[in-house]
């Protein structure tokens, strides 16, 4: 049973910091890439970051670009977003998914159709 389980979040100050994990099971890490999103209440959900083990890409949402840093840890089977410079406007439910076809390019990643399994989100609250 493929499973995604994010921890982490929280509620910080603006200009805090904290790091989601999302652990993975049930499936090959090193083949799959990871995708992290979020979504505010009211708003849709939109792509933050993205991991990929075989091609090694990494991709960031203009918003978060120069913050936020994406990584992982193949032993654990584990995807890390570290989250530096929090901002209010970060305030959302944060979701890890997985990928399951070919490595996705710079104009897909963002797309959550793109993605197959979805973890159950943790909140994260910056307040100003």
């Known amino acids: 049973e493929v499973q995604l389980v994010e921890s982490g979040g929280g509620l910080v100050q603006a200009g805090g910091s904290l790091r989601l994990s999302c652990a993975t099971s049930?499936?090959?890490?090193?083949?799959?890439?990871i995708g992290w999103f979020r979504q505010a209440p009211g708003k849709e959900r939109e792509g933050v970051s993205y991991i990929s083990n075989s091609d090694n890409s990494i991709y960031y949402a203009g918003s978060v670009k120069g913050r936020f840093t994406v990584s992982s840890d193949n032993a654990k089977n584990t995807v890390y977003l570290q989250m530096n410079s929090l901002k209010p406007g970060d305030t959302a439910v944060y979701y890890c998914a997985t990928s399951w076809g070919a490595p996705l390019y710079d104009n897909d990643w963002s797309k959550t159709s793109e993605y197959d399994y979805w973890g159950q989100g943790t909140q994260v609250t910056v307040s100003s």
């Open positions: 049930g499936f090959t890490f090193d083949d799959y890439a």
